[in-house]
DNA sequence: AGGCCAGGTAAAAGCCCGTAAAAACAGTGC
DNA sequence: GCACTGTTTTTACGGGCTTTTACCTGGCCT
């Protein structure tokens, strides 16, 4: 099944969960502190993270903010009952999930299953994006286009391989610009609209003549699901 | 802020609860029953639902389950500390989070705003919506009457969305402001009527000469179910 | 019957988006 | 430091979509 990485400080405690979660069909690696753990939450080998915000060095909330920096693989936080201003700060930061401890093994497994489920967003870096005939290797940042290389700019790739994660689904411009060009949208800022225009042109229409990434007016962007 | 609806049958916890969400601005309503609360949550004036499990009558699960027969209305569970089982099956049927009771308000307040961060990514956007002659595919907006390809805007789909998903049922104009123009209703707003005027243009009317969305009189609209 | 108001629809007005082209910026080699 | 190249952002304009306006029809009420 999934392979989940768990980063907490006690020993103990995290063994038991790894137990827990292994018994039920995960695969667990460890990690028991906050730099060692963002290294292998990027290393790409993971489908998920479960990362506690109590931690000696890097605290939880710091770890999740440099795992965010460069990846958007899921986070699911491990707070002590009580902190209830982490918990919020946690999911403003972009986590996915959090349970207060001490917590259920099985609630533990029950909510990792909802947020995999839930799924799309699994961003493992190594793994091939594939909507219809775009195909994107983030690893190589190549994009191909039925089957042949397509020559992007770096801004160009990044806003492809944001639509094509969430393939299916309006994107906002402001998630566009803040993911894509690492800035919030400004007023009358149109650079979103000018490069999505260049990858139209570089792509070409859809067999049915539509244009592979579609306007949602006033809202934003979606690229149509294969 | 967001319409929450509260489905639970213990009058005074229910009460507590939704004078800490209207402090924490969230507009509360509630319902004491499964049945009036599916009503409530499919009447498409709420951004989501909050349900317990344990109630008389129609049990969460149950009412979970009607509501989501016809709506992807986001729905948080309510669940008493313990029962496992129905958390897991809670969320396989489609719940978008459950909280263990007793809980803190302040907890519940912090999942609903997760939840509606989230945001529309809640309707699953692979599955194709078909009433009668129509179809829609919203991961490709795409349209077809009749099985065949119909040209529409952006505004346009959107709309014909809201309505097809509430289908056989009347839709606020209001409500239909807020969803597929994601703005509230202004006095003197025509908007609506002519969007859906250029709708039925492009569709045609049904079998039976009628159009297939009806006017319900200083209602709403409707689509006619299949 | 007549007035009032909601809704149907054509047409005007206004705003958003597509896109070409200019300007600003970043990097490279000399 | 300077010219050269490739990329990103800004600018500008035209076209299309949305919203507003206006006029008309028809239901509902007194």
């Not at 993270?49 to 795992?67: K, N, T, Y």
């Not at 411009?173 to 139209?200: C, E, F, N, T, W």
């Not at 070409?204 to 690229?223: E, K």
Request: aromatic share 4%.
């Amino acid at each position: 099944m999934a392979a989940v990485l768990l980063i907490d400080d006690d020993v103990e405690l995290a063994g038991m969960l790894a137990d827990y979660l292994r018994r039920d069909g995960f695969t667990v690696t460890l990690a028991h502190d906050g730099e060692s753990g963002v290294q292998a939450a990027l290393s790409g080998q993971f489908a998920i993270a479960v990362l506690d915000v109590m931690m000696p060095g890097i605290s939880g909330i710091e770890a999740l903010r440099r795992i965010r920096a460069a990846s958007r693989l899921p986070v699911l936080m491990l707070t002590a009952r009580g902190d209830d201003m982490d918990r919020i700060v946690g999911l403003e930061l972009g986590a996915d999930d959090y349970v207060p401890k001490p917590c259920l093994p099985r609630e533990l497994a029950a909510r990792l299953r909802a947020i995999l489920r839930r799924g799309v967003a699994n961003a493992d870096p190594q793994a091939e994006i594939a909507v219809g005939p775009l195909s994107l290797q983030p690893a190589q940042r190549r994009a191909y286009w039925r089957g042949q290389a397509v020559e992007l700019t770096s801004t160009e790739f990044n806003l492809l391989e944001v639509l094509a994660r969430h393939a299916g689904r309006t994107v906002a411009k402001d998630d566009l610009s803040q993911q894509a060009l690492g800035r919030p949208l400004a007023r009358y800022d149109r650079s979103i609209d000018v490069h999505l225009s260049s990858i139209r042109q570089k792509l070409g229409p859809l067999d049915d003549g539509r244009s592979p990434i579609q306007t949602v007016f006033r809202q934003g962007y979606q690229m149509i699901a294969c």
